[in-house]
């Protein structure tokens, strides 16, 4: 009987690359808005809090499409939805780039979001289904590993790009490597092995499976650490480039756009994360992880830029530790229907990406800085006691 493909096999440095890839463009494609915000808030005249809708529109619209996506794939082949996902994200950026006015915009980002719910809450099934489970948490924190490359080429790359041509230039060539990514996640992954199509379910039986998973004593919990963490490191990186652009740092494009090279550090840390809980339980690297970013969070207030950056490393690396456990965690936790809690999970991942994320402009607008943070670090310090919460499962 198949157990699930092993570490150190053909078929895991297969499958670990081609999510990978996945990763890499779900992430560029979504976030790759985030330092032209301060680009589109003069270009267009518009406020900060309203050109962070290009990010936030994106993001709410996956967040919908996470939860159908999650149920859809439970009677479709797994990287067919996943390959048709990001074919179509890379295409919906390229329009971005070329739409003549905000609004259109706005529409082309919104389907992107739509389009993008194929590949995250797919893609964690597909692991927990395919991988044998002692593997499973070094293989999930190597899929986040490709969402931090991804997060940091796409808002580096921007920033880097946008130096030198045009912001509708480097969201194109965002798109096209998107599209690159789609062909090599399809020549790669390997066939599943341990899925079994799932036929006539209707709407009725969705829901009772969304139900029993949010009367587990734990699944929700999880599912609200993934609201809070993305909450806090969306809404910091949203608002560090308003911040880092004005006194006393004066920062341009490019220097702003280099504190996404942090993002190395989240390649590190989402699969030494994964390795901890394997070995230790998930309770302890998960609050560990989610303690980092209220320190971090705190340590920005600071009005030196080299501590402001060492507050920004250690947020970045609690989020993506604290993702790859909490994420893993659902995984082994979902029974049969993995499906079914990923796509809850994201949704409220993406849930706070989405209405924080912008919400965090208020409190910049009101308070500076100093708003932002409170905002976040009380955030954080909640995810902190939902995890010591999480009952007597923590080995998953």
């Known amino acids: 009987m198949f157990a699930g493909i092993e570490r150190g096999s053909p078929a895991y440095r297969r499958a ?149 041509e045009s912001w509708r230039l480097a969201m194109a060539t965002l798109g096209a490597l998107g599209l690159a990514s789609a062909l090599g996640f399809a020549v790669l992954l390997p066939p599943s092995r341990r899925f079994v199509a799932a036929s006539a379910l209707g709407l009725g039986h969705h829901v009772r499976v969304w139900s029993s998973h949010l009367r587990h004593r734990d699944l929700p919990r999880l599912f609200a650490i993934g609201f809070l963490l993305t909450s806090v490191f969306v809404t910091l990186f949203n608002y560090a480039g308003f911040r880092l652009s004005a006194p006393p740092f004066r920062l341009g494009p490019t220097a702003i756009s280099l504190i996404f090279l942090s993002y190395i550090s989240g390649m590190f840390a989402s699969p030494w994360a994964g390795q901890l809980a394997d070995r230790f339980g998930r309770r302890r690297p998960l609050t560990g992880s989610l303690a980092l970013m209220v320190t971090g969070s705190l340590i920005t207030l600071s009005v030196s830029l080299p501590v402001v950056a060492i507050g920004i490393l250690l947020v970045t690396i609690g989020f993506f530790g604290a993702h790859a456990v909490a994420s893993g965690w659902v995984g082994r936790l979902a029974g049969d229907a993995k499906g079914h809690a990923s796509s809850l999970y994201l949704l409220s991942y993406y849930m706070g990406s989405s209405f924080v994320g912008s919400a965090g402009g208020w409190f910049w607008q009101a308070h500076g800085w100093a708003g932002v943070v409170g905002l976040t670090s009380v ?18």
């Open 16 to 164: 670990s690359l081609a999510l990978f890839l996945a990763g890499f463009a779900t992430f560029s494609l979504l976030y790759c808005v985030q330092p032209l915000l301060p680009e589109f808030a003069r270009d267009y005249r518009i406020s900060p809090t309203a050109s962070s809708m290009a990010l936030s529109l994106t993001t709410g619209a996956l967040a919908v499409s996470i939860l159908v996506s999650g149920a859809v794939s439970q009677g479709l082949p797994r990287r067919g939805l996943m390959f048709a996902s990001m074919l179509l994200a890379g295409l919906c950026n390229l329009l971005a780039a070329l739409a003549p006015n905000w609004s259109l915009l706005l529409a082309a980002r919104f389907c992107e979001g739509l389009v993008l719910g194929g590949v995250p809450a797919v893609a964690m099934a597909w692991l927990a289904e395919e991988i044998h489970p002692r593997d499973l948490g070094k293989a999930m924190g190597l899929y986040v590993a490709g969402t931090a490359f991804g997060g940091m080429m796409g808002r580096v790359g921007m920033g880097l790009l946008v130096e030198w």
């Open 379 to 396: 955030l954080a310090a909640l995810a902190v006691g939902l995890a010591l919460s999480l009952g007597g499962a923590a080995r998953g």
